[in-house]
């Protein structure tokens, strides 16, 4: 290209360095040769509507860019129906549309809560509705006043026997229901967490089904107080979402609303709780975490996308001689910050993949009344929710500072993808919250396998992805026999420090707490070092996921190859991050901190000549990425260019105010400089 700027070839240059088959890579991060084919049509069909635009959504007010959502969604659906496009086809469909919006909560939250909570019959009744979009349904569980501490909840669903319904009400400003996307100016009901009274007696939070909006003009019913809660962070991003607030004055519902296949109360008032574990009221929560898990790959891997293909193309210094300048992606700097991303972003992929997995076999078993790994399916969900979101926030804003001062445009794509995501460490869950729900599983382990060792090594062995703290006795006293830097490819080698810092981490949280007056106090003194625990075992699982992953047949020249050097970069640059960690439990010595970082250096120089193939095997439009920076032919200075002049600043020459504020400014300095 003319203009000594980007060259439009440049990234074409960089495909034919790529030492394995991108077809096959898109094989593996999709999951299968259908999925790549499914989600490729899907995201063209979107591409090519222009009713899914979405250029110019950072420059809309407000009350436009609800409107736009809303045309958008009502679009979309359109469109799923004229196609008659299969449920996998639909969801691949709204996530390419990419706008959130109160859909997503009725297809994610509304309906899976009818499903998981609401008996037979109750499902008969609402679903088929809900499938047709005759009603819109949200999530209503967080209030003003307690998101965490969901047994804090102060709304009342209070049976009257003499009706034969419950009395919804908000008796606090507190208990006002504050957050719930959808709620505030689109869904017509939605599931809501009350507190259950009968008989006088307080039986705890329980979901019901409530009619907020009239069907006929929309307007909230008698009782119901109805808004949205306000603009949020960042333009454009999460303010798509109607994010609302609700209040109840006394508002009656039929008994059978009241979602019952987990406990019941009676045409009397009698509450009847089955033998199924009360934990099963979280249900869609753990769902949900499984999904954000599983999305956390696509949001690191669109931001790491944009951010290797723009430093294919950047080039700064290097040219004394006046010679060419250096790719911004050949600096040694930007490779050790940009490809541990890249990395984690397959990472992420794979233990997504997993966790599906594991929440399809434990649905499988909770229906044939298998109880027994809901634990297990909390603690996954829980941990990896928590350090996937934290992690993909965090590398959304270096992917921003990887690109410089164009990654602070709204059309880098950046700001906006970052402000939509960072809620996800706050949202479904608190991430610190969650990380103290799996610290106090590995409390218990911990504290329970150091009795049986000081015993006999007798009892319950643990399972699952706790099954490593059973092998206590060789993981507490084992050195890593790491000699060369090459050592650390061995997946074996890698394996046995991560489970050794897991479970010494753990082991040193019991001991501390065990010393504590009473074991309360321990654990909220020691919290901090729990979480770290937390920390170390969730990112072995990651790990662990992604060694078992290479033992399948990976299809495709080169492809599993390539798997194998981001697989040893996601661990190794964990292990440099947290060497602390590593170091102060014993699990390795300095050298052998220091051959890591040695051997992390080669992989980059390796991983270097694929990274753009790499980046494009996950196969997104430039209208997903919706970024001038991650253009997929790299023509990156013309398409900036053009973009600054659609801001609604550049409409006039001379900007409004220029008569107020400017002008006569202007002319008093000149009065001024005659004086
Ligand atoms: C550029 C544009 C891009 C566009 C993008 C496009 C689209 C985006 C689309 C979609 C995005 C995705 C989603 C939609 C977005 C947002 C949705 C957000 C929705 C929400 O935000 S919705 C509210 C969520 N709000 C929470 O998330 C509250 C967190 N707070 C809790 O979750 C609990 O409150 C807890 C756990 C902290 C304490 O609970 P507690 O006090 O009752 O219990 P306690 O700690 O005492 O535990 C007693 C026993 O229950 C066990 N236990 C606990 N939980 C369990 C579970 N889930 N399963 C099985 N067992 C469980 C324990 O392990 C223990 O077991 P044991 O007794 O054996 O030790
Ligand atoms: C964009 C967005 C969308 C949302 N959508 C919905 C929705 O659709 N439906 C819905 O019901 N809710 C929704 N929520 C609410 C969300 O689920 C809650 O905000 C979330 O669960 C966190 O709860 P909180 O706000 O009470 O945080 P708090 O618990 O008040 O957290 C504040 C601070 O206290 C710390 N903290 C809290 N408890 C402890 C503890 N025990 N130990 C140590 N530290 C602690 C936290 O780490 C945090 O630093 C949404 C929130 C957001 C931001």
């Known amino acids: 290209m003319a203009d000594g700027g980007g060259e439009p ?48 959504r950072t420059m809309l007010s407000r009350k436009e860019l609800f ?35 109160y859909v997503d909560l009725h297809w994610g939250m509304f309906v899976p809560a009818i499903k998981g909570q609401g008996t037979e019959e109750q499902q008969k009744k609402w679903l088929p509705m809900a499938y047709k979009f005759q009603i819109i349904g949200c999530y209503a569980q967080t209030e003003l006043g307690h998101g965490s501490n969901v047994q804090g909840l102060e709304t009342t669903a209070t049976f009257d026997p003499s009706a034969d319904e419950f009395v919804m009400h908000s008796p606090t400003l507190t208990s006002s229901k504050w957050w719930p996307g959808g709620l505030g100016k689109a869904s017509t009901h939605a599931v809501v967490y009350a507190r259950l009274i009968t008989e006088g007696k307080d039986y705890g939070i329980h979901g019901f089904i409530v009619q907020l909006r009239s069907l006929d003009d929309h307007s909230p019913l008698p009782g119901v107080t109805l808004g949205d809660i306000g603009g949020k962070f960042g333009s454009g991003a999460y303010n798509s979402m109607d994010n609302g607030v609700l209040r109840f004055d006394h508002v009656r519902i039929p008994r059978d609303q009241m979602l019952m296949r987990l406990s019941q109360v009676t045409r009397e008032g009698k509450y009847v709780h089955s033998d199924v574990p009360k934990q099963l009221l979280y249900g869609t ?33 290097g040219s004394q001689d006046g010679g060419p300048e250096t790719q911004v992606l050949n600096y040694k700097t930007q490779q050790s910050r940009l490809f541990p991303l890249l990395a984690s972003a397959y990472a992420y992929r794979f233990v997504g993949q997993w966790l599906k997995w594991l929440y399809t076999d434990v649905t499988q078993k909770l229906e044939a009344k298998d109880y027994s790994t809901l634990p297990e399916a909390h603690a996954c969900t829980a941990g990896l929710k928590s350090v996937t979101t934290s992690a993909t926030a965090d590398a ?75 092998n206590i006795q060789h993981l507490m006293q084992c050195k890593s026999a790491v000699n060369t830097a090459e050592d650390w490819l061995n997946p074996a080698a890698i394996k046995e420090v991560f489970e050794a810092r897991a479970l010494r981490m753990a082991v040193n949280c019991a001991q501390n707490i065990s010393k504590a007056p009473s074991q309360e106090e321990g654990f909220s003194e020691l919290s901090p070092d729990l979480l770290e625990a937390a920390v170390a075992h969730v990112q072995l699982i990651i790990v662990t996921k992604f060694i078992e992953k290479l033992q399948e047949d990976i299809p495709g020249p080169g492809v599993k190859e390539q798997l194998q050097k981001l697989c040893s970069i996601y661990a190794l640059h964990l292990l440099h991050k947290h060497l602390g960690d590593f170091l102060s439990t014993g699990c390795i010595t300095a050298r052998q901190g220091a051959l890591a970082n040695e051997l992390l250096g080669k992989l980059y120089a390796q991983v270097r000549p694929n990274a753009v193939a790499l980046v494009d095997a996950f196969d997104y439009t430039d209208h997903y990425l919706g970024s001038v920076l991650g253009r997929y032919d790299g023509d990156v200075y013309p398409a900036l260019y053009e973009e600054a002049w659609k801001d609604p600043l550049n409409e006039t020459v001379v900007p409004d105010g220029y008569q107020e504020h400017l002008r006569p400014l202007l002319k008093q300095q000149l009065k001024l400089s005659r004086l």
């Not at 495909?15 to 999951?31: E, I, L, N, P």
């Open 9 to 56: 070839d440049q990234l074409a240059g960089e495909r034919a360095t790529a030492q394995f088959d991108v077809d096959g890579m898109k094989v593996a991060w999709a999951g299968s040769r259908h999925a790549v084919e499914v989600a490729d049509r899907m995201a063209r069909l979107v591409a090519s509507d222009p009713v899914f635009r979405k250029d110019t």
């Open 67 to 101: 409107k736009d959502t809303l045309k958008k969604a009502a679009h979309a659906w359109k469109r799923i129906v004229e196609l008659r496009l299969t449920e996998e086809e639909a969801n691949l469909l709204r996530l390419y549309v990419d706008q959130p919006g």
């Open 285 to 317: 929560m753990v769902y949900v975490r499984q999904t954000i898990v599983a999305d956390a790959s696509k949001a690191l891997s669109r931001a790491v996308c944009i951010a290797v293909r723009y430093s294919a193309i950047r080039k700064q210094f």
């Open 396 to 470: 959304i804003e270096e992917c921003r500072k990887l690109c410089g001062g164009h990654g602070y445009l709204n059309s880098s794509g950046l700001p906006e993808l970052f402000a939509v995501y960072v809620p996800a460490c706050t949202y479904e869950g608190d991430n610190v919250v969650l990380l103290l729900q799996v610290s106090v599983v590995l409390h218990l382990v911990a504290r329970f396998l150091m009795k049986t060792v000081a015993q006999v090594a007798t009892g319950k062995q643990p399972v699952g992805t706790i099954a490593y703290m059973g």
